[in-house]
């Protein structure tokens, strides 16, 4: 079954190529994804998710946004209640960074080397983990990430 | 009434997003929601035109406009599906920052889902269900190109055709059919050249037509000639003498939904590509019972 995946940009930086190629990939794996644009607010990217009922969020950055912005979006969809969205990352984002993105609820972070088959596999994970009711949204708690499994 | 709806017609953002998920995806129907065959009271606005054109961008700045006037209005954005994996990319957001943040606007955008015709199953229910919940004026962008561009006067009560300069010299022969379907044309990207030579042309080739629609001009890019468009959509007579074209649409948008629909669709298939009878024969069969 194909899937709604948002693919937003968070943070100043200008150039979205990568996001881009992430989007396409999605596609060609079979799923509807929703592509926003650069430099959009947490609060844009958090409406964006609710009014196209995405089943994921997928976020890219490359120049140190993440460290804020990411946990912040991860915050305004719990407070949302949008706690069965699956949100994860791209991008540049040191190895250091990472644990607290995971503590936020994120459960995927893929580096610069990631092949675009490893993210379809990745949403044949989630796919197969809602399906047999195992947490994988950011609200929902369990310490499921994405491992390459 | 379900509760969604209800909850929906009481300004909940989630649960509106949540029933036009259930709509799309067959979960709820008009039976099960209570909604009446739509009346063609002119709240949905069909924006059909060529890839490129500027929909996205004029919509954006109309939803400002509506906006700015206290008008609640919703956006249905379509994009093709790839016939090969169902992946789609939707886009139009991109162009439509007015989605964002206004909270008198609401935007969902789906794709085709490989319908025959170009336009999603459920995006007329969709698109009334945005009305039942509330919204003064829905806008269904299509994907704007072969017969989805003829096929959305199913859905919408009024149909705005966009055109544009540098798009050939003369009108393709290949837009006659949306051409006596358009309630309006507006030609975008009049900041560039060329474009009142297309409104010219358009003109008189409509004027041998007896009743031709309006032809406007507009920037989107400028924010020109976008308030006469706005008040224009929102008087516009549905085009007398586009209305057997219209109620053909409808049988056939409906025609394709039931064969679509039915139970046994998968068993058809495997008995055609199996040779066990032929399409026509299937048909002419059906139509008999
Ligand atoms: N020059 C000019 N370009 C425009 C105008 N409106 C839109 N565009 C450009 O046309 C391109 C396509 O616009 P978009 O709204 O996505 O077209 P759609 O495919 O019909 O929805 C974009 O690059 C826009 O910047 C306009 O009024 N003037
Ligand atoms: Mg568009």
Not at chain 1, 30 to 48: F, K, N
Not at chain 1, 108 to 133: D, H, K, L, N
Not at chain 2, 134 to 163: H, K
Not at chain 2, 214 to 234: F, H, K, M, T, Y
Request: proline share 4%; aromatic share 4%; net charge negative.
């Amino acid at each position: 079954m194909a899937m709604r995946i948002v693919i937003a940009k968070p943070g100043l930086d200008g150039h979205d190529r990568g996001a881009k190629v992430v989007a396409r990939a999605l596609r060609d794996a079979g799923h509807e994804v929703i592509y926003t644009g650069l430099r959009r607010t947490p609060e844009q990217i958090v409406r964006t998710v609710l009014d196209e009922d995405a089943d994921l969020l997928g976020l890219s950055s490359l120049s140190g946004a993440h460290a804020f912005l990411f946990p912040r979006i991860c915050e305004l969809l719990k407070e949302a209640g949008a706690d069965e969205v699956v949100v994860f990352g791209g991008g540049i984002i040191p190895v250091d960074d990472r644990e607290q993105l995971y503590d936020s609820g994120m459960r995927a972070i893929f580096g610069p080397g990631t092949t675009m088959a490893e993210m379809g596999e990745f949403c044949t994970a989630v796919e197969a983990r809602r399906s047999a009711g195992e947490p994988s949204g950011v609200g929902e708690g369990g310490d499921w990430k994405w491992s390459g499994e | 009434m379900s509760d969604l709806l209800e909850a929906a017609r009481a300004g909940d953002r989630r649960a509106l997003s949540k029933l036009l998920s259930a709509v799309e995806n067959g979960v709820e129907s008009r039976e099960s929601l209570g909604i009446p065959h739509n009346s063609g009271g002119g709240k949905i606005i069909g924006i059909t035109g060529a890839p490129g054109v500027g929909k996205s961008c004029l919509v954006d700045r109309l939803l400002r406009t509506f906006s700015a006037a206290d008008m609640r209005i919703a956006v249905l954005a379509v994009d093709p599906s790839s016939p090969l994996t169902g992946g789609a990319l939707l886009g139009d957001r991109v162009r439509m920052q007015t989605a964002d943040d206004d909270p008198n606007v609401f935007v969902r955008s789906l794709a085709t889902r490989n319908q025959p015709g170009g336009l999603p199953v459920r995006l007329g229910l969709m698109a009334e269900v945005l009305v039942a919940s509330g919204f003064d004026l829905v806008l269904v962008e299509t994907v704007g190109s072969g017969q989805s561009e003829v096929r959305i006067v199913s859905v919408a009560d009024r149909v705005l055709l966009v055109e544009g300069p540098g798009r050939g010299d003369s009108i393709q022969a290949e837009k006659a059919g949306v051409l006596e379907l358009a309630d309006a044309i507006v030609v975008n990207k009049s900041d560039l050249e060329g474009a009142e030579r297309v409104a010219s042309d358009l003109r008189s080739a409509l004027d041998i037509t007896g009743n031709p629609p309006p032809v406007l001009l507009a920037s989107a890019r400028n924010d020109v000639g976008i308030e006469d468009l706005a008040d224009l959509l929102l008087s516009l007579p549905s085009r007398s003498g586009a209305s057997m074209a219209r109620w053909r649409e409808r049988l056939l948008t409906a025609w394709d939904a039931a064969l679509l629909e039915r139970g046994d669709l998968d068993e058809v298939l495997s008995g055609l590509e199996a040779g066990e009878f032929d399409a026509d024969q299937w048909v002419a069969e059906k139509l008999e019972e």
